[in-house]
Every structure is written in C-alpha cells, then in structure tokens.
T-cell receptor
Framework: QQQVKQSPQSLIVQKGGISIINCAYENTAFDYFPWYQQFPGKGPALLIAIRPDVSEKKEGRFTISFNKSAKQFSLHIMDSQPGDSATYFCAAGTGGFKTIFGAGTRLFVKA | DAGVIQSPRHEVTEMGQEVTLRCKPISGHDYLFWYRQTMMRGLELLIYFNNNVPIDDSGMPEDRFSAKMPNASFSTLKIQPSEPRDSAVYFC???????????FGPGTRLLVL
C-alpha cells in the first residue's frame, strides 16, 4: 500500500516532442505528489509538485495531471529538449514528511 | 546557502570494515532524511529525523546500519560491518516544517569490495 508505481522505465523522445511519465499509488493518505529530476552524479532535485485538491499544475514546459479517483498522476514535458535528458522520479508524501519514491524513468531526448 | 553537504563523496572499502557517512543539512531545516539508491531497488528511505530525533527507521535494512543526529547541523550513517551488497549511492536530504520539498545532497558513492 506504500508503493508508488512508475512507468515507463525508460523513454526516448525526439526533440520537440512530448514526454509522458505515469505514476499510480494506493494509499489515500498521501497528500503531496512531487516530481524530482536527477542528472547523473547529482542528487534528485524538485521539479514540480501538486496537492490532491488540484487536477493540473503547469510550470513552464512541465505539467502534472492528477486523477484523484483513479489514484494516478502523470508528468508531461512539452517541447522536450536534450537538456531534459535525466531520470525522473514521481513520489508521494504524507503530513509526516515520509516520502515514497517511484522506481524512476530514464528519459533520453534525441537531438 | 551551500545546500546539503555530504562527505565523503566516494568511499571504497573492504568487506567487514566500518563505514561512516556524514551529512550537514541546510541551516534552519528541522527534517533530515537518509536514502539509499541502487539500480535494483531505486531510491529507498532508510531513516528520517525531526529536530534531531529519529522518527521512522523502518527502512534501515538491518542492525549493521545505524544513524545518529547529535545536533541540528550534523548527522552520520554508519555501517558496521560493511558487506558488498551495501554498495550504493547514499543521499542525505533536508527539509523544513511548512514546506514539503526535500533538498538532496550530492550523495556518497560507496563501494564495498
């Protein structure tokens, strides 16, 4: 029940295309859903986050879509660029600050 | 701010040796987290502290692992004795009450031979 399932494991997208990464959770106690971006040799860094009372949040080329009834959320990267090539983690957290991370998606954007 | 500081950045040791990883959280943050990252298991939460007190250590793999936070600006993760399966990247992260974002350090890459 504590798991966050993320797919796909890896993704190759052409420059200018849309990258879509999906996540699903079971525990309805989760109230915070961040996405982290990790470049090789670095620690994960927060990209964008959403709370369950909002169905969509957009920051620049990055959009989170949230479906509370389905217990699913996704990250869309519009106009994907080679600099977006990284590993992306979805996560889910509760009021106690404990955060469960998905397995990660390796994104490669071809120039 | 310098961000979360971890040391050492790389550690190579032999099976059976004691390993100590160090973390300095961002000043003013009252939450500190230790994670382990491997290809097989992804990013796993090992333990987290609030105001220097361990809150949840259910992710600590076994008794060989221990973590301490003697004050607000320093934490250690110790493995004794180390085993080859402990090889991983260990991250420390910090956060603050009122914000959910966790700020990660650069990690310590541990190799146990």
């Amino acid at each position: 029940q504590q798991q966050v399932k993320q797919s796909p494991q890896s993704l190759i997208v052409q420059k200018g295309g849309i990258s879509i990464i999906n996540c699903a959770y079971e525990n309805t106690a989760f109230d915070y859903f961040p996405w982290y971006q990790q470049f090789p040799g670095k620690g994960p860094a927060l990209l964008i986050a959403i709370r369950p009372d909002v169905s969509e949040k957009k920051e620049g080329r990055f959009t989170i879509s949230f479906n509370k009834s389905a217990k699913q959320f996704s990250l869309h990267i519009m106009d994907s660029q080679p600099g977006d090539s990284a590993t992306y983690f979805c996560a889910a957290g509760t009021g106690g600050f404990k955060t469960i991370f998905g397995a990660g998606t390796r994104l490669f954007v071809k120039a | 701010d310098a961000g979360v500081i971890q040391s050492p950045r790389h550690e190579v040791t032999e099976m059976g040796q004691e390993v100590t990883l160090r973390c300095k959280p961002i000043s003013g943050h009252d939450y500190l987290f230790w994670y382990r990252q491997t290809m097989m298991r992804g990013l796993e939460l090992l333990i987290y502290f609030n105001n220097n007190v361990p809150i949840d250590d259910s992710g600590m793999p076994e008794d060989r692992f221990s973590a301490k936070m003697p004050n607000a600006s320093f934490s250690t993760l110790k493995i004794q004795p180390s085993e080859p399966r402990d090889s991983a990247v260990y991250f420390c992260a910090s956060s603050s009450t009122g914000m959910k974002t966790q700020y990660f350090g650069p990690g310590t890459r541990l190799l146990v031979l």
